[in-house]
DNA sequence: CTGAAAGCGCTTACAG
DNA sequence: CTGAAAGCGCTTACAG
């Protein structure tokens, strides 16, 4: 259990209880299969016996790591990050790594700095969930020698060439519409991303393209803007109700959107999907407790993020060398289209 | 800029850069005071010129600190803690601590353990945010000198006794009811939250005792059980819907529960508020976008998590004598209660 | 298989 | 106000 002394017992305690070097201690913890099964034993059983455990800081400083990670993620609030956080956090942990997560929010486009510990390079990698961080502030970080490897995850940044997971966003909206036609529907619209947000555009031509492909056009009075929040899609389906010539169906770039605009709807009682048919994007967890449930494009969220972390390590396990010599992979994961409640033929 | 070397500039190069000790670079970073304005300078430029950043695991170990603290939560994925989360991130990042966070549902009760970095004390504080940790796996990092403070916010464990950051769950489900009874509700039932958990009674107490100072009986067969989950919701509302004997009006433990059961209603045609009304607790952002939208109790999330983040700060500054000897503060955060469209009066 | 020794990059009494 | 020196707790060639 560790005597009661007045600082943690350390290497050196576990050397003299078990009368060997620090050196063999040492190896015995990290390369057990190099000292002898007698040496092995006494210096477990010292180690039990004294409390020991290892010192992280030491250890780093001397191996020249961190032992850590850093995600930058734009908004813990939004929910849409945490079952991928979940899955980052899975894998690091199981390779013995801390993930140290730090909201981007408060350092908008105007601020230039990243949190300390990304910017000293006191983490060994960096997963990157917000593509609208300054390029300058993710590249900055000392020569290519000391940068800590990074992968981008969900969004990213057009001109860094980093690996990146993300899901075919432009295919998944030409499902996404492709459904809404199937039910027979010839005017539909789109609530949009914010307009900064690199996955807006292609959701939008996925959407436009499918439209297009049967020889349909998405009039431009049926494109709301957004930006990811339930108050955006309220705000959309204001502008839905008050407009004369509406679409019968609206596919939208997030869940949040796509539960704001219903739920905005309802409450000015147009039924959703007799009157107007709605498609999400996510498949946020309360998508199918929704009333009605949603219609949505599932995103491999914990997928997305275990990938992310697995690519990040192989990362890291490179020389810088190896590192810019190899193409950044782009990893994209399936999607599915969840069918539920809220969408249906057009009405009359 | 840095220059591009194999490895980043140490306080060595700054010190060679500026033709002083490396003491002096030391001693300028942290108490630039102590040294004379014209050397504060050269180190200045010296730093700038040679992209000197400091190296934390070596100033840790020197300072014998981690620089990080550790939150513990239950699920990451559940959207009730991520505003607390950037609660305590926005705290600690201003005091210079990076935040470790981890996922406790993979070690469930049978597993004693807990992430590395806790257990061997690799971090100088810990914030707990679930109640059902095991005991032991929360105090045996060591001996108390060498154990970094532990406050609790949310839930708790009754028997460790560590400040703990909560709302007067009891108070809050009192207020809850009155709400329901001034409406004119006689009828009131309450879905619990897990039996396991510390909130579960003082909420159900809270209801009942509400009742029963106006003469009124909370009868068993209107108490439904829970586990916090939106699955769990719509389960309450199958029996509800099932029974004769009908309450007209639910509290629920949690708005996850509270929209899983009007999910479930509204599915059923029945209609809320006007069959029956529903009361949650938390005030998730989904609570206001609902339809209809959520009655509830709101808890000062982002505040639950500042104001436990500032507590640790507290504590990390004491000796461990301090704190031992200092009692352990309770600090209850006021809730507001959120009146919205899912209560109303009863029916007939 | 094992130990002595150097060193990772800092900070901080101590002495001047 | 400043520097030389020790030391935080590890790991790892190097030598045996």
């Given at each position: 259990m560790g005597k009661s002394g007045s600082k943690a017992p350390s290497i050196r305690d576990v050397a003299h209880a078990a009368g060997v070097s620090t050196a063999t201690v040492s190896r015995t913890l990290s390369n057990p299969d190099v000292v002898s099964e007698t040496t092995r034993e006494a210096v477990f059983l010292a180690i039990r016996e004294t409390g020991y455990t290892v010192n992280l800081a030491a250890r780093n400083l001397r191996k020249r790591e961190t032992g850590a990670v850093a995600i930058l993620l734009p908004?813990?609030?939004?929910?849409?990050f945490s079952r991928i956080l979940s899955g980052i956090a899975e894998v690091m942990s199981e390779a013995g790594l801390s993930v140290l997560i730090s909201d981007t929010t408060p350092m908008a486009k105007d601020d230039h700095r990243l949190p300390e510990y990304v910017n000293q390079n006191n983490v060994d990698g960096i997963i990157v969930l917000d593509g609208n961080l300054r390029q300058d502030a993710l590249l900055n970080r000392g020569s290519p020698e000391v940068r800590a490897p990074m992968v981008f995850a969900c969004e990213w940044i057009s001109q860094i060439d980093r690996p990146i997971v993300t899901v075919d966003n432009q295919e998944a909206s030409v499902r996404a519409v492709q459904h809404l036609l199937s039910l027979g529907h010839r005017r539909i619209g789109h609530i949009c991303g914010?307009?900064?947000?690199?996955?807006t555009a292609s959701r939008l031509e996925g959407a436009r393209g499918a439209m297009q492909s049967v020889g349909l056009r998405m009039k431009p009075e049926w494109i709301y803007p957004g930006d990811f929040s339930l108050q955006s899609g309220s705000e959309a389906a204001k502008i839905w109700h008050g407009?004369?010539?509406?679409?019968?169906a609206v596919y939208c770039a997030c869940d949040e959107m796509a539960l704001g605009f219903i739920g905005e709807l309802t409450r000015r009682k147009v039924a959703v999907p007799q009157e107007v048919s709605v498609v999400g994007f996510d498949?946020?967890?309360?998508a199918a407790h929704f009333v009605p449930s949603l219609t949505t494009i599932c995103q491999p969220r914990v997928t997305i993020g275990r990938t992310a972390a697995r690519l990040l390590l192989e990362r890291m396990r490179m020389t810088p060398q190896e590192r810019s010599a190899r193409p950044a992979p782009r990893v994209v994961l399936p999607v599915k289209l969840a069918v539920r409640e809220s969408t249906a033929p057009p009405p009359g």
């Amino acid at each position: 259990m560790g005597k009661s002394g007045s600082k943690a017992p350390s290497i050196r305690d576990v050397a003299h209880a078990a009368g060997v070097s620090t050196a063999t201690v040492s190896r015995t913890l990290s390369n057990p299969d190099v000292v002898s099964e007698t040496t092995r034993e006494a210096v477990f059983l010292a180690i039990r016996e004294t409390g020991y455990t290892v010192n992280l800081a030491a250890r780093n400083l001397r191996k020249r790591e961190t032992g850590a990670v850093a995600i930058l993620l734009p908004n813990l609030a939004n929910p849409f990050f945490s079952r991928i956080l979940s899955g980052i956090a899975e894998v690091m942990s199981e390779a013995g790594l801390s993930v140290l997560i730090s909201d981007t929010t408060p350092m908008a486009k105007d601020d230039h700095r990243l949190p300390e510990y990304v910017n000293q390079n006191n983490v060994d990698g960096i997963i990157v969930l917000d593509g609208n961080l300054r390029q300058d502030a993710l590249l900055n970080r000392g020569s290519p020698e000391v940068r800590a490897p990074m992968v981008f995850a969900c969004e990213w940044i057009s001109q860094i060439d980093r690996p990146i997971v993300t899901v075919d966003n432009q295919e998944a909206s030409v499902r996404a519409v492709q459904h809404l036609l199937s039910l027979g529907h010839r005017r539909i619209g789109h609530i949009c991303g914010p307009p900064d947000n690199v996955l807006t555009a292609s959701r939008l031509e996925g959407a436009r393209g499918a439209m297009q492909s049967v020889g349909l056009r998405m009039k431009p009075e049926w494109i709301y803007p957004g930006d990811f929040s339930l108050q955006s899609g309220s705000e959309a389906a204001k502008i839905w109700h008050g407009s004369s010539d509406r679409p019968t169906a609206v596919y939208c770039a997030c869940d949040e959107m796509a539960l704001g605009f219903i739920g905005e709807l309802t409450r000015r009682k147009v039924a959703v999907p007799q009157e107007v048919s709605v498609v999400g994007f996510d498949d946020l967890d309360m998508a199918a407790h929704f009333v009605p449930s949603l219609t949505t494009i599932c995103q491999p969220r914990v997928t997305i993020g275990r990938t992310a972390a697995r690519l990040l390590l192989e990362r890291m396990r490179m020389t810088p060398q190896e590192r810019s010599a190899r193409p950044a992979p782009r990893v994209v994961l399936p999607v599915k289209l969840a069918v539920r409640e809220s969408t249906a033929p057009p009405p009359g």
